[in-house]
């Protein structure tokens, strides 16, 4: 299969070190200026199978290495572990994918061979976001590969070493003929996305999400949207409160609390609020010590907008905080904070916090939990805590969201069978394993047919009649 593109004229844009060129489809030559050879000519077979080992390569090579140098833990963890795992998981599986799936037939087609067929989109752009830099682009990319498209990756202006490397290392490893980098912030993205893609995958926030597809219907481009959200944490009825203490703490401060899949706030009753503080104050000391502004395992915030936004959110609240609060602006730190008496109006209830900061909310029952995770948009996950397994039935039944785990956090999105992504204003479409495979392939339906059973198929030819249609 050989996807062929024209690479006719020239249309600038004011994308920074980048010229687009179009002719019949997006085509791209980034960096250096010049007309693009690239794309032309793509036989899925052989890139898929020799970038992904490369694309293996690039990350134990060149960036785990450095990430274990720096003692980076949460980093090696989240950003090169988790995309390896997926390339092995890609890899093994590629060939069993890439094969035709045969469905059922009826009478008519008895004789036929019918099959799914799974193709390349084309060209498919990924734009990541600052958080998980690295993995939020190499997993696509992953998929992407494994279906066999032609890629632009466009990583975060905020996370801007990461954007270096992915431009330093991608056209070292893969071919620049298939896999292209493009910078560029807001504008630059705008301007970007008035070319014509054939699939665009977005990981980011729900307001930018908006102008993507608005930009992606003018050509009616297909899109996938990994979004945010408020991720609840509902605890109920008996529990082991030293082990949720531990795993909520870990999914909430990991890298700061900056996760789409964090913890955002905890739905609990008073008994269990009374009982979770003093062991979430205990674990939190054991985590990151009596002061996590010098522990260097604590994470800081981006940069200083988002900080700022941070504390802005904080001041505003009228909870009370009960362990943390210290910040610095200089540092860009914000304590892993803990707040009680958080009101469902409450500043810290309206938007998601995408930080190290914890609002607890009392509820006077399973169902009223239930009843306030449903009066907000559908989440990204929902993490439902508690022994009584008919507890958390109860939450799964009732509830939607992305993702759903019980006594833990962020651990299904490691799982790559398990499909990763939002519902309602959380994302549209997932990925991670075979998923994203499909999110990137087209599912062509085949039908081969041969001359035989035409006497059957006169009933259907006209001239009509009341017999034939009796059949
Ligand atoms: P963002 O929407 O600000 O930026 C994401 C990307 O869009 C960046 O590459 C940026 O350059 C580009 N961009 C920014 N403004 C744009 C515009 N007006 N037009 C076109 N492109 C534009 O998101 P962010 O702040 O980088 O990421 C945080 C958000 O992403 C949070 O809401 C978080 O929950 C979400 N997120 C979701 C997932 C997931 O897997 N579902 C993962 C990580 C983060």
Not at 260 to 285: F, G, I, M, Q, T
């Amino acid at each position: 299969f050989a996807l062929n593109i024209p690479t006719s004229k020239t249309v600038t844009c004011s994308v920074s070190k980048a010229v687009i060129w179009s002719g019949g489809r997006n085509v791209a030559e980034f960096q250096h200026q010049q007309p693009c050879k690239a794309f032309q000519t793509y036989h899925v077979k052989e890139h898929n199978e020799t970038a992904l080992p490369k694309l293996y390569e690039t990350l134990r090579e060149h960036i785990s290495c450095r990430l274990k140098d720096m003692q980076a833990f949460e980093a090696v963890l989240s950003e090169v572990d988790i995309v390896i795992n997926e390339l092995y998981y890609a890899i093994d599986n590629l060939s069993s994918w890439l094969k035709p799936e045969y469905v059922s037939k009826n009478l008519a087609t008895k004789l036929d061979d019918c099959f799914v067929q799974r193709q390349p989109l084309g060209v498919v752009l990924i734009i990541g976001p600052w958080n998980y830099p690295l993995q939020l682009l190499l997993i696509p990319l992953v998929a992407a590969i494994a279906a066999g498209n032609c890629v632009l990756i466009k990583p975060s202006e905020v996370s801007a070493a990461t954007d270096s490397l992915i431009a330093e290392l991608i056209p070292k490893y893969l071919s620049q003929d298939c896999y292209a980098v493009v910078h560029g912030g807001a504008e630059e993205t705008k301007a970007l996305l008035q070319n014509r893609f054939d699939h665009i995958f977005y990981t980011g926030s729900q307001t930018v999400a908006r102008s993507i597809m608005q930009a992606a219907s003018i050509h009616l481009t297909p899109v996938t949207l990994e979004l945010g959200g408020k991720c609840p944490c509902i605890i109920y009825g008996k529990i082991d409160i030293t082990a949720a203490a531990r795993r909520i703490a870990w999914a909430k401060f990991f890298n700061a609390g900056q996760s789409c899949v964090a913890p955002d706030y905890v739905l609990c009753s008073p008994a269990n609020r009374d009982a979770l503080l003093p062991e979430l104050r205990k674990v939190l000391e054991n985590f990151y010590g009596k002061d996590p502004q010098t522990c260097p395992d604590f994470s800081r915030i981006v940069s200083p907008r988002h900080w700022t936004r941070l504390m802005e959110l904080l001041g505003k609240s009228s909870g009370k905080v009960v362990l943390g609060g210290e910040s610095s602006q200089e540092d860009k730190y914000i304590a892993p904070t803990v707040l009680v008496d958080v009101a469902e109006d409450d500043a810290l209830m309206q938007e998601e916090i995408f930080g190290p900061i914890l609002p607890i909310l009392t509820i006077e029952s399973l169902e009223k939990g239930i009843e306030l995770i449903n009066r907000k948009e559908k989440p990204l996950a929902l993490y439902a805590f508690s022994d009584e397994s008919s507890v958390v039935n109860t939450v799964l039944q009732n509830t939607s969201s992305g993702g759903f785990c019980s006594n833990d956090g962020i651990i299904h999105m490691t799982l790559p069978s398990l499909p990763f992504g939002g519902v309602g204003a959380s994302g549209w479409g997932s990925y991670h394993g075979r998923w994203g495979f499909e999110a990137f392939s087209h599912r062509r339906a085949v039908m081969l047919r041969g001359w035989a059973l035409e006497r059957l198929n006169g009933l259907r030819y006209p001239p009509y009649s009341e017999d034939k249609l009796s059949w």
